[in-house]
Protein backbone atom coordinates (compact mmCIF):
# COMPACT_ATOMS: atom_id res chain seq x y z
CA UNK A 1 0.00 0.00 0.00
CA UNK A 2 0.99 3.48 -0.78
CA UNK A 3 1.68 5.58 2.64
CA UNK A 4 0.63 8.87 2.65
CA UNK A 5 2.57 11.15 5.59
CA UNK A 6 1.44 14.76 6.06
CA UNK A 7 2.79 16.96 7.85
CA UNK A 8 2.42 19.39 10.39
CA UNK A 9 -0.28 17.49 12.68
CA UNK A 10 -1.26 20.58 13.78
CA UNK A 11 -0.69 24.50 13.35
CA UNK A 12 -1.40 27.13 15.47
CA UNK A 13 -2.38 30.17 12.84
CA UNK A 14 -3.49 33.45 12.92
CA UNK A 15 -6.50 35.33 10.46
CA UNK A 16 -4.46 36.43 7.72
CA UNK A 17 -1.53 34.26 8.10
CA UNK A 18 -0.01 32.05 5.39
CA UNK A 19 -0.15 28.21 5.74
CA UNK A 20 1.43 25.68 4.19
CA UNK A 21 0.56 21.57 4.63
CA UNK A 22 2.45 19.15 3.06
CA UNK A 23 2.33 15.21 2.23
CA UNK A 24 4.23 12.73 1.27
CA UNK A 25 3.65 10.21 -0.68
CA UNK A 26 5.91 6.61 -0.17
CA UNK A 27 6.30 5.94 -3.70
CA UNK A 28 5.72 8.14 -6.79
CA UNK A 29 2.37 9.08 -8.01
CA UNK A 30 2.39 11.50 -10.06
CA UNK A 31 -0.55 13.99 -9.66
CA UNK A 32 -3.14 11.89 -8.10
CA UNK A 33 -3.21 13.99 -5.04
CA UNK A 34 -6.33 15.10 -3.88
CA UNK A 35 -6.98 17.98 -0.95
CA UNK A 36 -10.00 17.62 1.49
CA UNK A 37 -11.49 20.45 4.14
CA UNK A 38 -12.97 18.79 7.09
CA UNK A 39 -14.74 20.97 10.28
CA UNK A 40 -16.06 19.50 13.10
CA UNK A 41 -19.21 17.02 12.93
CA UNK A 42 -18.92 17.90 8.74
CA UNK A 43 -18.51 16.16 5.88
CA UNK A 44 -15.05 16.62 3.86
CA UNK A 45 -14.95 18.85 1.39
CA UNK A 46 -13.34 18.74 -1.94
CA UNK A 47 -10.78 21.76 -1.96
CA UNK A 48 -7.91 21.06 -4.85
CA UNK A 49 -7.81 17.75 -7.26
CA UNK A 50 -4.85 16.28 -9.54
CA UNK A 51 -2.32 18.38 -7.03
CA UNK A 52 -3.47 21.60 -8.55
CA UNK A 53 -6.91 22.25 -9.81
CA UNK A 54 -9.12 23.95 -7.77
CA UNK A 55 -12.28 22.25 -6.92
CA UNK A 56 -15.57 25.08 -8.71
CA UNK A 57 -16.45 27.09 -6.00
CA UNK A 58 -13.71 26.67 -3.56
CA UNK A 59 -11.85 30.06 -3.22
CA UNK A 60 -8.46 31.21 -4.95
CA UNK A 61 -6.89 31.64 -1.74
CA UNK A 62 -6.26 27.38 -1.83
CA UNK A 63 -3.87 26.27 -3.51
CA UNK A 64 -1.74 23.31 -4.46
CA UNK A 65 1.09 21.84 -5.76
CA UNK A 66 3.71 19.17 -6.40
CA UNK A 67 3.75 15.87 -8.14
CA UNK A 68 5.47 12.49 -8.26
CA UNK A 69 6.03 12.18 -3.97
CA UNK A 70 5.93 16.05 -2.80
CA UNK A 71 2.74 17.86 -2.46
CA UNK A 72 2.36 21.27 -0.60
CA UNK A 73 -1.80 22.46 0.24
CA UNK A 74 -1.45 26.44 0.54
CA UNK A 75 -3.97 29.48 1.87
CA UNK A 76 -2.81 32.37 1.01
CA UNK A 77 -4.50 34.02 3.32
CA UNK A 78 -6.16 32.29 6.29
CA UNK A 79 -9.58 33.70 6.79
CA UNK A 80 -12.25 32.47 9.61
CA UNK A 81 -13.95 30.03 8.18
CA UNK A 82 -11.06 27.91 7.21
CA UNK A 83 -10.25 26.74 10.93
CA UNK A 84 -10.31 22.97 10.24
CA UNK A 85 -8.90 20.04 9.39
CA UNK A 86 -7.28 19.23 6.15
CA UNK A 87 -6.35 15.83 4.65
CA UNK A 88 -4.60 14.75 2.26
CA UNK A 89 -5.67 11.69 -0.53
CA UNK A 90 -3.97 9.47 -2.78
CA UNK A 91 -6.08 8.25 -5.60
CA UNK A 92 -3.02 6.73 -7.86
CA UNK A 93 -3.87 2.76 -6.61
CA UNK A 94 -6.22 0.96 -5.15
CA UNK A 95 -5.99 1.11 -1.46
CA UNK A 96 -6.63 4.43 -2.03
CA UNK A 97 -4.97 5.87 1.30
CA UNK A 98 -5.00 9.39 3.38
CA UNK A 99 -2.63 11.65 5.10
CA UNK A 100 -3.19 11.82 9.05
CA UNK A 101 -4.78 15.25 8.73
CA UNK A 102 -3.81 18.57 9.78
CA UNK A 103 -5.87 20.37 12.46
CA UNK A 104 -5.57 24.68 11.69
CA UNK A 105 -6.42 26.12 14.88
CA UNK A 106 -6.23 29.78 16.45
CA UNK B 1 -27.69 20.65 -6.29
CA UNK B 2 -25.80 17.19 -6.13
CA UNK B 3 -26.96 15.88 -2.64
CA UNK B 4 -25.76 12.55 -0.91
CA UNK B 5 -28.56 11.62 1.94
CA UNK B 6 -26.70 8.62 4.23
CA UNK B 7 -29.18 6.40 6.76
CA UNK B 8 -29.61 7.13 10.34
CA UNK B 9 -26.69 6.12 13.22
CA UNK B 10 -26.73 2.19 14.01
CA UNK B 11 -26.01 0.44 17.35
CA UNK B 12 -24.70 -3.33 16.40
CA UNK B 13 -23.27 -6.38 18.62
CA UNK B 14 -20.19 -7.62 17.58
CA UNK B 15 -20.92 -10.63 14.87
CA UNK B 16 -23.69 -9.04 13.85
CA UNK B 17 -24.08 -7.24 10.17
CA UNK B 18 -24.71 -3.55 9.23
CA UNK B 19 -26.30 -1.94 5.92
CA UNK B 20 -25.72 1.49 5.34
CA UNK B 21 -27.20 3.22 2.04
CA UNK B 22 -26.80 6.42 0.68
CA UNK B 23 -29.57 8.14 -1.54
CA UNK B 24 -28.23 10.51 -3.77
CA UNK B 25 -30.10 13.64 -6.00
CA UNK B 26 -29.25 16.22 -8.74
CA UNK B 27 -27.55 14.66 -10.67
CA UNK B 28 -27.66 11.22 -13.44
CA UNK B 29 -26.93 8.61 -10.92
CA UNK B 30 -25.33 6.05 -13.48
CA UNK B 31 -22.38 8.69 -14.53
CA UNK B 32 -20.34 8.54 -11.50
CA UNK B 33 -19.26 5.97 -8.96
CA UNK B 34 -19.72 5.48 -5.09
CA UNK B 35 -16.33 5.31 -2.61
CA UNK B 36 -17.32 4.27 0.87
CA UNK B 37 -14.68 5.69 3.74
CA UNK B 38 -14.41 4.90 7.36
CA UNK B 39 -13.28 7.22 9.87
CA UNK B 40 -12.98 5.63 13.25
CA UNK B 41 -13.13 8.20 16.22
CA UNK B 42 -10.20 10.64 16.35
CA UNK B 43 -8.66 8.65 13.67
CA UNK B 44 -7.78 8.97 9.71
CA UNK B 45 -9.59 8.13 7.08
CA UNK B 46 -9.93 4.45 5.51
CA UNK B 47 -10.74 3.68 1.71
CA UNK B 48 -13.26 0.64 1.68
CA UNK B 49 -13.81 0.02 -1.94
CA UNK B 50 -15.57 1.16 -4.86
CA UNK B 51 -18.08 0.85 -7.01
CA UNK B 52 -19.54 2.01 -10.72
CA UNK B 53 -22.54 2.46 -11.00
CA UNK B 54 -23.17 1.70 -14.63
CA UNK B 55 -22.10 -1.65 -14.81
CA UNK B 56 -21.85 -2.98 -11.23
CA UNK B 57 -18.15 -3.73 -11.55
CA UNK B 58 -16.03 -3.01 -7.69
CA UNK B 59 -12.75 -2.77 -5.80
CA UNK B 60 -12.12 -3.46 -2.36
CA UNK B 61 -9.42 -3.00 -0.08
CA UNK B 62 -7.98 -6.38 0.76
CA UNK B 63 -8.67 -5.22 4.54
CA UNK B 64 -12.33 -5.77 3.93
CA UNK B 65 -12.98 -7.81 1.09
CA UNK B 66 -14.01 -10.48 2.84
CA UNK B 67 -16.64 -8.74 4.95
CA UNK B 68 -18.09 -5.90 2.93
CA UNK B 69 -20.43 -5.94 -0.03
CA UNK B 70 -21.05 -2.63 -1.94
CA UNK B 71 -24.52 -2.54 -4.06
CA UNK B 72 -26.26 -0.09 -5.94
CA UNK B 73 -29.86 0.52 -7.20
CA UNK B 74 -30.30 2.84 -10.49
CA UNK B 75 -34.36 2.49 -9.88
CA UNK B 76 -33.73 4.42 -6.48
CA UNK B 77 -30.23 6.17 -7.07
CA UNK B 78 -29.09 4.45 -3.85
CA UNK B 79 -25.84 3.50 -3.09
CA UNK B 80 -25.22 0.71 -0.44
CA UNK B 81 -22.71 -0.77 1.97
CA UNK B 82 -22.80 -4.20 3.94
CA UNK B 83 -20.52 -4.97 6.54
CA UNK B 84 -20.65 -8.37 7.94
CA UNK B 85 -19.17 -10.31 11.10
CA UNK B 86 -18.91 -6.32 13.34
CA UNK B 87 -16.19 -5.82 15.39
CA UNK B 88 -15.60 -3.31 18.33
CA UNK B 89 -13.06 -1.53 15.95
CA UNK B 90 -15.20 -1.43 13.11
CA UNK B 91 -17.33 1.56 15.45
CA UNK B 92 -16.82 4.58 12.97
CA UNK B 93 -18.34 7.20 10.61
CA UNK B 94 -18.69 5.47 7.63
CA UNK B 95 -19.16 8.06 4.27
CA UNK B 96 -20.47 7.61 0.94
CA UNK B 97 -18.48 9.77 -1.69
CA UNK B 98 -19.01 10.77 -5.61
CA UNK B 99 -16.10 10.35 -7.36
CA UNK B 100 -16.02 12.33 -10.40
CA UNK B 101 -12.81 10.84 -11.92
CA UNK B 102 -10.14 10.18 -9.28
CA UNK B 103 -10.92 12.74 -6.38
CA UNK B 104 -14.01 12.39 -3.64
CA UNK B 105 -16.07 15.18 -5.13
CA UNK B 106 -18.85 15.24 -2.92
CA UNK B 107 -19.82 13.23 0.54
CA UNK B 108 -22.18 11.93 2.78
CA UNK B 109 -22.97 13.81 6.06
CA UNK B 110 -21.56 10.36 7.57
CA UNK B 111 -23.48 7.64 9.36
CA UNK B 112 -22.20 6.32 12.80
CA UNK B 113 -21.83 2.83 13.13
CA UNK B 114 -21.10 1.73 16.88
CA UNK B 115 -20.36 -1.91 17.35
CA UNK B 116 -20.78 -2.89 21.09
CA UNK B 117 -22.02 -5.84 22.96
Known amino acids: DIQVTQSPTSLSTSVGDRVTITCRASQSISTYLNWYQQRPGKAPRLLIY???ILQSGVPSRFSGSGSGTDFTLTISSLQPEDFATYFCHQSFSPPFTFGGGTKVEI | QVQLVQSGSEVKKPGASVKVSCKASGYTFTRYGFNWVRQAPGQGFEWMGW????????AYSQKFEDRVTLTTDTSTTTAYMELRNLRSDDTATYFC??????????WGQGTLVTVSS
Open chain 2, 97 to 106: ARSSDRELAT
Open chain 2, 51 to 58: ISTSNGNT
Open chain 1, 50 to 52: AAS
